[in-house]
């Protein structure tokens, strides 16, 4: 009788235990999975039916090196990040400098053509002309049908942002439902003046 007690007990601790650890290796790998699904997800949703033009700025200034590392190098890779691979994401790189060059005509969905031209980007002896860039990205919005209401258009702009080159921006010449994005790139400490 006192084995048979005994038993149960067992049996009963055995099935807990055994519970306890198919819960614990479950939890891990919802805990693993889940960032995985989500970001995935996410992504797509924010990505979907988006027209987006990246504005990098190549002019004179970007050439200034900070810490061993020159701006440009800095602008291109926050402008990688804006032409990264994403279901529904339609994008076109505008280089700037004096006079504005798109790589394609309107969005496209060739990321990686942007990427790759992306790479061999360098810096122009002009200055910038930032108006007639946000006026190229306006006309490749007007050109590009917006598919519906979930049609998202975004412009971002990677510049140092010398104060010379943003007086006088106007952004009105932008569809209404744009939403503009400026990344600076521009060194914590006052550089030399390349000029």
């Given at each position: ?98 006079h504005p060059h798109a790589v394609f005509d309107h969005p496209s ?40 209401a979930t049609t998202r258009r975004e412009l971002v702009i990677v ?37």
């Amino acid at each position: 009788e006192a084995v048979h007690q005994r038993q149960a007990r067992h049996r009963l601790r055995d099935a807990l235990i055994l519970f306890s650890r198919i819960t614990a290796i479950v939890l891990i790998a919802m805990a693993f999975a889940r960032p995985l699904t989500g970001a995935s997800r996410n992504s797509t949703e924010a990505a979907a039916d988006t027209q987006r033009i990246v504005i990098l700025d190549a002019s004179a200034s970007m050439a200034a090196v900070s810490h061993g590392v020159p701006t440009i190098e800095r602008a291109r890779g926050v402008a990688a990040h804006y032409i990264e691979q994403n279901n529904g994401l339609r994008a076109n790189l505008i280089v700037a400098g004096f006079h504005p060059h798109a790589v394609f005509d309107h969005p496209s969905a060739n990321l990686a053509a942007l990427r790759d031209e992306l790479g061999h980007v360098g810096v122009r002896p002009e200055k910038l002309n930032l108006q007639s860039a946000i006026a190229a990205a306006a006309e490749m919005f007007a050109i590009t049908p917006n598919s519906g209401a979930t049609t998202r258009r975004e412009l971002v702009i990677v510049s140092d942002l010398q104060r010379t080159n943003w007086t006088g921006v106007d952004f009105s010449v932008l569809p209404a439902d744009t939403q503009v994005h400026v990344e600076t790139v521009a060194a914590a400490e006052t550089l030399d003046n390349l000029a």
